[in-house]
Nanobody, 124 residues
């Protein structure tokens, strides 16, 4: 399974970006998916996750009210809509997939597959 993240870029504070993560196989449609980020000099941290069924969604506290995770009808692409971006949101954003369709994961070790990351830079 390969995951391809895209949509990063440079945006001013208060702006918006939508990240996409496309999977290479349709079997991923049943997988839970999530987004993490890693800022320079910091550990990778959880951002948002959606279960395989789509019925359960988790957000990190900093993401609540500003970020929205969603997926396409085919369930092979997961999105992260980020609004009201702040300079502290600057990071490389990674998408991941969990092969257990009943599971939703908020920790790194819970993920079976990772995309390559896309850089988001928020200027003040």
């Amino acid at each position: 399974v390969q995951l391809q993240a895209s949509g990063g870029g440079v945006v001013q504070a208060g702006g918006s970006l939508r990240l996409s993560c496309a999977a290479s196989e349709r079997t991923v449609s049943r997988y839970g998916k999530g987004w993490f980020r890693q800022a320079p000099g910091k550990e990778r941290e959880f951002v948002a996750a959606i279960s395989g069924s789509g019925r359960t969604i988790y957000y990190a506290e900093f993401a609540k009210g500003r970020f929205t995770i969603s997926r396409d009808v085919a369930k092979t692409t997961v999105y992260l809509q980020m609004n009201n971006l702040k300079p502290e949101d600057t990071a490389v954003y990674y998408c991941g997939a969990v092969s257990d369709p009943t599971s939703i994961q908020t920790t790194l070790r819970g993920y079976d597959y990772w995309g390559q990351g896309t850089l988001v830079t928020v200027s003040s």
